[in-house]
């Protein structure tokens, strides 16, 4: 079968859930002031500065389009259909996102591959700088939504959702938390007091969280004192990492920050002592070998442990355009699901995110690694002819893993 | 003045000479000193003079005289209100509607400083954007609950750059008509202004030190110095001189001379403060001009562009621009 046909199946399946589902979809508050934009799947174009007035016309239009992927802007504009520069931009929501991409997990090496555009070579894992055969610098990447990954960008967005509540102030009821669909969450903060904050000011929210410029001295950290557990903010985050960071690390993680060998059999030697010393003041003054050097090169590692990993752009850009929800992403076929943030530990978006829950469909798969959607788990396959649920055969098509295999795929 | 009911027309009349004098005398100290000064015999003139020199400023036009006004001003602010209490503060800030509390916190063991007020971080990251300091990250702050913890002098600073948007802003009024002899002053003002921008172009250069524009003397000296090894005396007050024209802190400039045998803190300090204009002396030294550096020996030999400038300062002004227009190729590369 031919990738035409792939892709009206695909366009087939996108159209049969917006006609099911589109009562589902809310719209943004403050729709009438927000930008839409779709990705057409027929045209592979972007539709952008698209406004509506009434959720029904967005609806209406999502029926209409059928987009692969549609988005809503975090900005508020006087003219959303205006081009950028006539929209008299009127203040935007602090967002955040969260993607495994800029995590880096054991298991991509597993499951990621690259292919550069120019020769075809592929490979796994993250692709190199320059394409080994020739030259080139540019890949098409495939990332798969994993659960090792998933549940990577679930404990960094908890981290995420820590500091803005406890250090910034910030209440849940202000935020709302997505699954994007494919490999990782959303964060949107509604806050009136940000709203009007310039991307100057959001680059300074966005370095706090990931721990950019931080500087232990003025967090108290000097020859003889440094901070302590229950402390407030950073100082208490440096304090709690540097606990966590030293009860995990071995020796050989210690020589490669930098640690001299004789510090090193200090730590050790002191260990229990070192945990011990929590309860008063910390350990920051009280090993003989280990000095302010050593314990900048510690704190360091602390501050990568307790920083969360968000996407730096994406918070500072106050015109992005994000994926609205309960709307279909593109690439996976899953939907961009809601999740309550009092109960994100027990979300599963494997399961949450599955927007065609009945069918099946028979396809041919080119590659796939073992994958979970629903309940079930797929593969590895590779060359074969499957028959599937409809929500994984769908995953592999989008993902472009796979093919239609027949026409009449079976429907119940 | 609206208050007052002050007509503009009336500023003409000899009755407010000493309020247009002083409104002039605030306008030309800005332009010399960068600094407007805390003079206060009179509460009234102080009062009333500070409108008039807003919009005497206004009427000259020129965008660099109207920051280095706004600017002079705010320095003016926040050396008065660094001898204020921590209730007039409070108050002056809640004029500008800034979410901040008294700091219920006590000194915790681990921290080098007590604190006198928590200010919500939204209203901090407002007043910080032109901060170039590490401590003004909000990253290297204490945060709690939505809450900067600041020091009284801390306060102080950022309602000093509170202060300055407001006047630049002020200064932005359009269509003033001014009595004939007030426009006379302005264009005096502006002459003055004018005779001044070279010395001034120097003051405003980027607070960021690009060490990649250092010129090759003054690289030289650098190095030697990180490295612990000693310079001549020419070549120390040239590096000085040279760190403290392009914005490093006196602070970072001992910090810097720390790694030598013979340090003393004291005396580094000293004199380092003394270059910078602070101590007895009211003059910031500036550093050398070539020519004489190759007297003594400073020079190392010059580069290209070096053959287009006759000063250490110029070098480092050209070559931030050119790092600058030469920046984003470098990067996509």
Redesign the interface.
Known sequence: MTKIETKAFIQAKFGEYYEKNSTNIQPPSSMEKREFGFLLLKERIMLRHKSFKTPQELRDSLKRLIPSNAYYSSAYYERPEEEMEEKGWLGADLIFDIDADHIPTPCAKAHDTWTCTNCKTTGRGTPPEKCPTCNEQKFEEKAWPCEVCLESAKEETIKLIDMLTKDLGLSTKEMSLGFSGHRGYHLHVESKEILTLDSIGRKEIVDYIVGIGLEPQLHGLCRIVGPNLDDFGWRGRIARGTYEYLLSATPKQLEKIGLRKGTIQSLSKHKERILESWKYKGPWAMIRGVGLESWSKIVEQAVKKQAAKIDTVVTTDVHRLIRLTNTLHGKTGLKKTEVPITAIEEFDPLKSAVAFPHDTATIFVSEAPKFRIGNEFHGPYRNEKVELPMAAALFLLCKGAAKIAEEGSSVR | VKALDLKIDELASPEYAPVVNRAEKRIEEAIIYALVSERLQKDEIEILSFPIAVMMTAAAKDPFLKRRYALAEAKRAYNLLKLENKEKIMEIAKVFNWKIKPSERQK?????ATYDFAL???DF??N??NFRE??W???????????VYLTKDEAARLIAEEIRVHIEKKLDVKGLALPENIVKRVSVLKQLFSRQRGKIRLEEMPKEVVIAAFPPCIKELYNAILSGRHSSHVGRFALTSFLLNIGMTVDNVVDLFRTLSDFNERMTRYQVEHIAGGKGSRTKYIPPKCETLRTHGVCPGMDEICRKIRHPLSYYRRKLRILKTKAPVASGA
Do not use: D, M, S
């Open positions: 915790a063991p681990t921290e080098t919500g971080f939204v990251l407002r910080t954007a590490k401590k990250k909000l990253v290297n702050r204490l945060v709690h609950k939505g809450h």
